[in-house]
């Protein structure tokens, strides 16, 4: 039989592939998801990341562009291949995957996806296309925002190449989570993306004889409609998760006995808290978000903290529990009563902050 070379991967469909993924607030566990431990975190809808794909009119032409909302020019190159090779050769810290914009977000999870899906044959290669990529996600305040943004174009991705919805959604988290720990060397919890990636709020369990045996932890689905009113306060772009969670990360390593003590008291937190979810216990889950908090302040000291640490103290003052739902500069709560916006908003803004109802 006469061999014939490989072409690429045609779709016939739309003419564009669009994918949003809403922000992620994590509401108890964190940050034990990490070290075995288990976590809930469910998905906000006031904030999200979109990714437009227009494949090429011209099958034949493998060129792509990228636009970003936070750059003026278009960045192109003549297919995917010759970016996977010059990103390859300047390394993460080079011109394309340097800096701290969305560039580096953004040109990272394609070149992910090049090595990871079509080099390794998992998925054919296909024609060119013209990425749009936008997001309204506050930065580095512990929304999930890069893995919103990874997450989204994944997905438009996946679409394009002719795979739609087959890769499972831990998989898709985990392709996701190697953009920034294999491609941009930086630190990510593991609970970040999953609900992302599963467009749901989760429960999620990392011990370690699954994290370890399979390689992705137990994730039960939950109802956000049985959470009370919550609220949410951010200031501007605060320390990169990854900075913060590599100050606990030798500590684990050596079993530090408090750290090891605290983690599972975390962990042992999320799994009461989805017990008070399910029940309708309101108060219950307010006492065991602040405790989370409290044991944060515990694991990381209040100057790591920063900023949040004060405002968490603000919020508490006025009546309301509070944590934080990731690593930066951001702090939930339950709605204590129809006034609490009213009453917080004023005393948020003289620090420069922004408070907003949840939409969950």
Same mark, same amino acid.
């Given at each position: 039989?006469?061999?014939?070379?490989?072409?690429?991967?045609?779709?016939?469909?739309?003419?564009?592939?669009?994918?949003?993924?809403?922000?992620?607030?994590?509401?108890?566990?964190?940050?034990?998801?990490?070290?075995?431990?288990?976590?809930?975190?469910?998905?906000?809808?006031?904030?999200?990341?979109?990714?437009?794909?227009?494949?090429?009119?011209?099958?034949?032409?493998?060129?792509?562009?990228?636009?970003?909302?936070?750059?003026?020019?278009? @960045?192109?190159?003549?297919?995917? *291949?010759? =970016?996977?090779?010059?990103?390859?050769? &300047?390394?993460? %810290? !080079?011109?394309?995957? /340097?800096?701290?914009?969305?560039?580096?977000?953004?040109?990272?999870?394609?070149?992910?996806?090049?090595?990871?899906?079509?080099?390794?044959?998992?998925?054919?290669?296909?024609?060119?296309?013209?990425?749009?990529?936008?997001?309204?996600?506050?930065?580095?305040?512990?929304?999930?925002?890069?893995?919103?943004?990874?997450?989204?174009?994944?997905?438009?991705?996946?679409?394009?190449?002719?795979?739609?919805?087959?890769?499972?959604?831990?998989?898709?988290?985990?392709?996701?989570?190697?953009?920034?720990?294999?491609?941009?060397?930086?630190?990510?919890?593991?609970?970040?993306? @999953?609900?992302?990636?599963?467009? *749901?709020? =989760?429960?999620?369990?990392?011990?370690? &004889?699954?994290? %370890? !045996?399979?390689?992705? /932890?137990?994730?039960?689905?939950?109802?956000?409609?049985?959470?009370?009113?919550?609220?949410?306060?951010?200031?501007?772009?605060?320390?990169?998760?990854?900075?913060?969670?590599?100050?606990?990360?030798?500590?684990?390593?050596?079993?530090?006995?408090?750290?090891?003590?605290?983690?599972?008291?975390?962990?042992?937190?999320?799994?009461?808290?989805?017990?008070?979810?399910?029940?309708?216990?309101?108060?219950?889950?307010?006492?065991?978000?602040?405790?989370?908090?409290?044991?944060?302040?515990?694991?990381?000291?209040?100057?790591?903290?920063?900023?949040?640490?004060?405002?968490?103290?603000?919020?508490?003052?006025?009546?309301?529990?509070?944590?934080?739902?990731?690593?930066?500069?951001?702090?939930?709560?339950?709605?204590?009563?129809?006034?609490?916006?009213?009453?917080?908003?004023?005393?948020?803004?003289?620090?420069?902050?922004?408070?907003?109802?949840?939409?969950?």
């Amino acid at each position: 039989m006469a061999e014939y070379p490989l072409r690429p991967y045609m779709p016939r469909g739309p003419s564009a592939i669009f994918a949003s993924i809403p922000a992620r607030v994590g509401l108890l566990g964190n940050p034990s998801d990490n070290y075995h431990g288990r976590c809930i975190s469910a998905l906000v809808r006031n904030w999200r990341a979109i990714a437009r794909l227009y494949p090429h009119d011209n099958r034949w032409d493998l060129s792509v562009s990228v636009d970003l909302d936070d750059e003026d020019g278009t @960045l192109e190159f003549n297919s995917m *291949q010759a =970016l996977a090779d010059v990103t390859e050769s &300047d390394g993460a %810290e !080079g011109e394309l995957l /340097g800096g701290s914009g969305m560039r580096r977000i953004a040109l990272g999870c394609l070149v992910r996806f090049q090595h990871e899906c079509v080099e390794s044959g998992f998925c054919p290669a296909a024609g060119g296309y013209r990425l749009e990529v936008s997001t309204d996600i506050p930065r580095q305040v512990g929304l999930a925002g890069s893995s919103a943004i990874e997450t989204a174009i994944t997905r438009a991705l996946l679409t394009h190449h002719g795979l739609g919805t087959s890769l499972p959604p831990h998989a898709i988290a985990d392709l996701v989570l190697g953009v920034e720990t294999e491609v941009l060397s930086m630190g990510g919890g593991l609970q970040d993306r @999953l609900p992302q990636a599963y467009n *749901q709020m =989760l429960y999620m369990d990392f011990r370690k &004889d699954l994290m %370890e !045996g399979r390689g992705w /932890g137990e994730y039960t689905q939950m109802d956000p409609s049985s959470l009370p009113p919550m609220w949410l306060a951010y200031g501007d772009v605060g320390m990169p998760s990854g900075e913060i969670l590599s100050q606990v990360s030798s500590r684990w390593e050596g079993r530090e006995d408090e750290m090891t003590a605290i983690i599972e008291q975390l962990a042992d937190i999320a799994l009461l808290g989805k017990n008070a979810i399910e029940t309708g216990d309101s108060a219950g889950f307010s006492s065991l978000m602040d405790r989370n908090f409290d044991l944060r302040t515990e694991l990381y000291g209040e100057e790591l903290l920063g900023k949040s640490f004060e405002m968490v103290n603000l919020a508490r003052s006025m009546g309301s529990s509070a944590k934080q739902p990731g690593s930066g500069g951001a702090i939930i709560g339950v709605i204590p009563d129809d006034a609490f916006i009213e009453r917080a908003g004023p005393a948020f803004e003289e620090h420069g902050w922004s408070l907003v109802a949840l939409e969950v």
